[in-house]
């Protein structure tokens, strides 16, 4: 019988067995080196806020694998050796596949900042962050104070699991503005108001120098490269971006750049071998997207895509209109379509924000077709079929606006905003 073997227990590999599974009676080996079972990463920093428990970011029971058949080994893969398939594990042990998924994730990028190995530095990814979370940051009296390096979705999350816990903030943040190379200038600008406004000591334009270690080789301050400033902390977060953790696949005949090169059938160039989810680099990029996409449902697409190939009904990687959420604290944030952060040649943006200063949208569309591109939203939740139809269709940004309602999960509070942005876009016609 055909073995099956997937490297990682994150989404895109659980979700590559589970429709492996689904679609035939091959042997499936999944193998990790994090946690015996599968959770959900983008939940843990609940686990730290204690909103819930660890076992609650497990969505299958213990039982599920071994009734669907689906193999669970863990060790670490040291190494891959495609002409013989065998994976070598760092224990010792190989073992023996037919066709290879390599889905190892991300790890949290690290850029050679001295001190960056010392205890109580950590990124905030795997299920050990969180366990030397608790070790180095359970409080404010073992934290007086924790430093987090690097402004984007998952640095802004561990300011919220730090703030919950009423440990002390300094955040630095190397851009002029929160997330400014995703974020257009009002949105940004508005973040970093509101990260303020929750008592984070947020530093704009600095970069990290080093970090200092006490006599026990712990963290005990870090250097602000612009200024020299010493700042005392107990906990430094590094959360500068994540790459793909492939070290361990430099050493085989796979062909990688910054991720596994693939192409649209998430195919290696080496037979019987496949990397999805964050690991998965496209040689080609699919319309604007970026070749990697460490994001949840594009690692679960690809892994429904990648077991059709497997079971013999080849399949292109096809996710449609770009699209993700995220917090900035309070503020829930929604992208559908393409807004960049400054527009491009032939588009404009259309911005209306909320005198309480933690709602706003922008839309962005084609000047001269005037075609809806993607709107953000900031503090509005919307229904995300709504605008993927809207970005099918190709729909006007006339009537994008004057539809907004029926995108809307909630009409009643969105009746409060409409006609503001309405007479708002009205406005910005008038200057066109
Ligand atoms: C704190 C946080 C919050 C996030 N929030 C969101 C969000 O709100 N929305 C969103 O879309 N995305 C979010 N993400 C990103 C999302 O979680 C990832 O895109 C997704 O989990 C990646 O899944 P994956 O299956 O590709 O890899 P992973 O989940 O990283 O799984 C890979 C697994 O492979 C294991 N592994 C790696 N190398 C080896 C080896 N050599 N041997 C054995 N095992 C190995 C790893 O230990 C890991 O367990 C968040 C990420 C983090 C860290």
Known sequence: MEHIVIIGNGISGVTAARH????SDKKITIVSAETDYFFSRTALMYVYMG??????????????????????????IKSIETKSKTLHFAGGESLPYDKLIISTGSKPNKFGWPGQDLKGVQGLYHKQDLENLEVYAPNNKVCKRAVIVGGGLIGIELAEMLNS??????????????????LPEGESE??????????IDLRLGV?????????????????????????DCDFVGLTAGV??????????NIETNRGVLVNRFLETKIEDVYAIGDCAEQRESIGQRRPIEAVWYTGRMMGETVAQTICDNKTEYKPGHWFNSAKFLDIEYQTYGWVFSKPRENEAH?????????????????KNTNEFLGINTFGIRMRHETFDTWLTEKRE????????????????????????????????????
């Not at 816990?165 to 995703?182: D, M």
């Not at 259309?350 to 084609?366: A, G, Q």
């Not at 999960?409 to 905003?417: C, G, I």
């Open 20 to 23: 492996i599974r689904k679609l």
């Open 51 to 76: 909103h819930m428990k660890f076992e609650h970011t497990q969505p299958y029971e213990d039982w599920f694998w071994k009734r669907n058949r689906i193999d669970l080994k863990s060790g670490f």
């Open 165 to 182: 816990r009423n440990i002390p903030v300094t955040f630095l943040v190397r851009e002029s503005s929160f997330w400014n190379g995703v």
């Open 190 to 199: 508005m973040i970093n108001r509101h990260v303020k406004n929750h008592h």
């Open 207 to 231: 970069n990290l120098k080093e970090i200092i270690s006490d006599e026990n080789g712990k963290a005990k301050a870090v250097v602000v490269a612009e200024t020299g400033e010493t700042i």
């Open 243 to 252: 790459s793909p953790n492939i070290d361990f696949i430099k050493t085989s």
């Open 350 to 366: 259309f911005h209306w924000k909320h005198d309480d200063d933690t709602k706003c949208i922008t839309i962005c569309y084609d």
């Open 397 to 432: 940004v006339d009537y994008v606006i004057n539809h907004l309602s029926e995108a809307n999960f909630d009409p009643e509070f969105y009746s409060k905003f409409e006609k503001d942005i309405l007479t708002a876009y009205q406005n910005q016609l008038q200057t066109i």
